[in-house]
């Protein structure tokens, strides 16, 4: 039974108030399994040339040190909440931190990454499509030619349909979601007095629009193999190429 929480719990529309929030129970409750991190970084290792690698959005760091094991050194983690960043201080001492919005213009030189990841959803807290549509452009400008930019996001259906419309349902244990308008989804937390933040749904026809600057576009059922089907799936992978 989920708790009730009278008024639906703090409405966080900025993603850095939420996850200044979310930090304290952030590795406990939310972060994906080791397991996950080594799939991910053994699929980058296999499609990916190495070297210099950012993470956008990094949280708790799970990826930096595996990353740079795996090749993709110096694994850079950018994120905008300082206490993430601490998280990803202790799980990688030694990683470039940058504490930044991502969309407000990345801190780099053109051409400076092989590759640049963004994985556990972290990209869907831009709400604004203008915002994102230049942090795309953007990644494309650090990006080395050859380089991917990988980003995960949940699969458009992975979110339960909306009906009656607007009404909670459940997402992922321990969240909720209701569609509001615009093309956005609302996530709600069991815990933390419900806090409820607003999230963007990648749905696949405009993925041609947001990735048009790039060479090559590839959609993955997740980092496991397999095919991709536009109307079913949990987590979707994008791999455009510069
Ligand atoms: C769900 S966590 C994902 C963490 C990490 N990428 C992973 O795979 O475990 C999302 C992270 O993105 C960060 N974030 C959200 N919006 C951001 C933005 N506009 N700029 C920079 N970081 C952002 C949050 O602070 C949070 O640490």
């Known amino acids: 039974m989920r708790p009730d929480h009278p008024g639906g719990g703090n ?19 939310y972060a994906l399994e080791p397991a996950v991190t080594r799939l991910q970084t053994a699929w980058l290792a296999r499609r990916c040339s190495p070297g210099p690698v950012l993470d956008l959005g990094c949280g708790s760091g799970r990826m930096l040190a595996p990353l740079a094991r795996a090749g993709f050194a110096p694994a850079v ?10 998280l990803s201080r202790q799980a990688c001492p030694l990683a470039p931190l940058v504490q930044a919005r991502a969309e407000a213009g990345l801190p780099f030189r053109a051409a400076s990454f092989a590759l640049v990841v963004s994985l556990h959803a972290a990209l869907i807290h831009l709400t604004d499509v203008r915002a994102l549509l230049d ?9 080395r030619p050859g380089g991917w930019l990988v980003v995960e996001v949940p699969h458009p259906r992975s979110y339960p349909p909306d009906s009656p419309p607007g009404r909670w349902r459940d997402f992922s244990p321990g969240i909720s979601c209701r569609r509001v308008d615009n093309g956005l989804e609302e996530l709600r937390l069991d815990e933390l007095g419900g806090i409820r933040t607003r999230v ?15 060479r090559r576009v590839e959609l993955h059922p997740g980092f496991s193999g397999g095919r991709f089907d536009p109307d079913k799936g949990l987590v979707m992978v994008i791999a ?3």
């Open 11 to 29: 409405l966080l529309k900025d993603a850095a108030a939420f996850y200044a929030a979310v930090a304290p129970v952030y590795d406990r409750d």
């Open 77 to 86: 983690g950018l994120d905008c909440v300082p206490d993430m960043l601490a």
């Open 135 to 143: 942090l795309l452009a953007d990644c494309r400008r650090v990006l």
């Open 200 to 214: 963007r749904l990648w749905e696949i026809p405009l993925l041609h629009d947001w990735f048009h600057d790039y």
């Open 240 to 242: 455009a190429r510069r």
